[in-house]
């Protein structure tokens, strides 16, 4: 897909001839540089550049993009300029990528607000997997994604802390480990676990706090992969094995027939960032809904209303069952 976003990259790169230098210029990776070239040439069915080594010439499909490309970025910054509708009186798309987990839980709080502001613009949130969403994200598809505490290290991302969310081990409430309420991390290589797939930000949370006590969660006995936290959370409680969910996942779903078993010197949690890319062309909306994140933030920190955008917690030890930043 064509847009602003990659049409700045090209010019930079037309400019420069040089992908390391783009990268530096616009604060992101060369391999991200050279991706969304590769993206455009895919897109046009040919070559923008000649690569000779570490040195680039224009071919003449690239010589000939460039006018064009600055036509539609001046076109772009005119209409962004000209258009200053009132608060409230924005009109236009937003698309949010995240997982199942945020998808439900999360983004009903934020944007119930936002909406309450501006009315007439429509936001969908597409749900998938995290990785299909910080793709989604590259390509352009969407204008913010939901992601973990590693994706937003990721310097072509401007984010926004959002939530930090605890994941505990669930058992069913005639389960052994139930009545002992804390047991040692080598009994988790006795037991039969239900997972999530391995593309999902609680399944790399859950292992890197494994990897953490020695533990490879390729160790764990699991017969049975669900794509859903919820899921995971119904077969724990019909007794087909245990499972890590998130804590909010397990105080709404579970009941009375599910319980919550500590294990020593582990606590697994994740923090959740709203990330949008850096040089991607910023329309009014996106800029607003940012501004708004921000905002709602400051908000909440200076009334020390904690029920959105807490001030975040050092360590994950005594996480309450949901902090949204």
Avoid at 181 to 206: C, M, N, V
Avoid at 207 to 225: C, F, P, R, V, Y
Avoid at 284 to 300: G, I, M, P, S, Y
Wanted: hydrophobic letters at 40%; proline letters at 4%; aromatic letters at 8%.
């Amino acid at each position: 897909m064509l847009d602003f976003h990659k049409l700045n990259i090209f010019l930079i790169a037309a400019e420069t001839l040089n992908f390391t230098q783009t990268a530096q210029q616009l604060n992101m990776t060369q391999p991200s540089v050279s991706q969304h070239i590769q993206t455009m040439e895919e897109y046009f069915n040919t070559s923008l550049f000649t690569r000779m080594g570490r040195n680039l010439e224009l071919t003449e499909a690239g010589i000939a993009l460039i006018p064009y490309a600055r036509e539609a970025m001046r076109l772009a910054k005119s209409i962004n300029e000209s258009i200053q509708p009132t608060k409230g009186e924005f009109k236009g798309q937003l698309r949010i990528g995240c997982s199942t987990s945020p998808g439900k839980y999360i983004l009903p709080k934020i944007l119930s607000k936002f909406c309450d502001l501006y009315p007439k613009i429509h936001v969908s949130s597409l749900v998938t997997s995290e990785i299909q969403s910080i793709q989604m994200l590259y390509d352009g598809e969407i204008h913010l994604a939901l992601s973990n505490s590693t994706h937003h290290l990721n310097p072509d991302f401007e984010s926004i802390p959002i939530l930090h969310d605890s994941i505990i081990l669930i058992t069913p409430s005639e389960h052994k480990w139930a009545k002992r309420k804390i047991i040692d991390p080598q009994e988790l290589l006795s037991e039969i676990f239900i997972l999530r797939e391995e593309e999902s930000g609680t399944y790399s949370a859950i292992s890197h706090a494994l990897e953490n006590q020695g533990i490879s969660i390729k160790k764990l006995k699991s017969t049975l992969t669900l794509g859903s936290s919820e899921a995971i959370a119904i077969a724990v409680r019909e007794g087909v094995g245990v499972g890590f969910v998130s804590r909010f996942i397990a105080n709404s779903i579970g009941g009375e027939q599910i319980a919550k078993v500590d294990i020593s010197n582990l606590n697994i949690g994740r923090t959740i960032y709203m990330s949008r890319i850096k040089t991607q062309y910023s329309n009014q909306v996106l800029n607003e809904f940012w501004n708004f994140l921000h905002q709602l933030r400051q908000d909440d920190i200076n009334h020390n209303n904690l029920n959105y955008f807490p001030i975040p917690t050092p360590s994950y030890n005594n996480i309450p069952d949901l902090e949204l930043y």
